[in-house]
Each structure stands twice: as C-alpha cells, then as structure tokens.
Nanobody
C-alpha cells in the first residue's frame, strides 16, 4: 500500500484545513490513522479509524476539533481540522495497517510522506 497525503498549508489560528490521503490499494481491510510531528518533537498519534469505519479514536489534544473519516470506494482517508491552534503546527502523516491493534497504537505498516500544516497566531 502506498499513501499520498495532501492538503497542508498555512492557516491562521481559528481556521480550518482538510487533509486528504490517497491509498494505492484497496483500503477497506486496513485501519487508517493520522499522526503528526512538530519540529523538535516525537511523532504523535492524532486520530484513527477502524477498517469498518464505525470506530474512531482521537488524541485528547484534538478531540472535538478534528474529525477523521474514510471513503473506501475511493481509497481515501481524511482529516478535517477545525479551530486550529499554533500548537497544531506539524508535519502530518497518514498511515495504514492490516493487523489488528489498539485504536491508539502507533504501530502501522505503511506510511505516507507527510504534509506540512502551519498555524499562525
């Protein structure tokens, strides 16, 4: 599976962005997730969605502001980001896994190249 994330950019605090991630293969049998890495920090979990699409998981820092969704027919996963804050500035990565694991687990098999989100104050 190859993943290609896009949709990053520069936005003012309080604004919104929608990240998209296209997968080369059929994603219906994969859990999909979003992670981010801020400058000088470790990569961290942001959100995940189960292969069936029924269960979603969010980091506390983004709960209520970000929404993860997927379209298996298009092999796409999305991250709608609202009420953005300067601390959301990071490179955002999408990821996929075929194995079953905790919804918050950072263990993924495939990773995209990342898209930069910059939130100005």
């Amino acid at each position: 599976v190859q993943l290609q994330a896009c949709g990053g950019g520069l936005v003012q605090a309080g604004g919104s962005l929608r990240l998209s991630c296209a997968a080369s293969g059929r994603t219906f049998s994969y859990d999909l997730g979003w992670f981010r890495q801020a400058p000088g920090k470790e990569r961290e979990f942001v959100a995940a969605i189960r292969r069936g699409g029924g269960n979603t998981y969010y980091a506390e820092a983004v709960k209520g502001r970000f929404t993860i969704s997927r379209d298996n027919a298009k092999n796409m996963v999305y991250l709608q980001m609202n009420s953005l804050k300067p601390e959301d500035t990071a490179v955002y990565y999408c990821a996929a896994r075929s194995s079953y694991n905790s919804g918050y687990s950072p263990e993924y098999d495939y990773w995209g190249q990342g898209t930069l989100v910059t939130v100005s104050s």
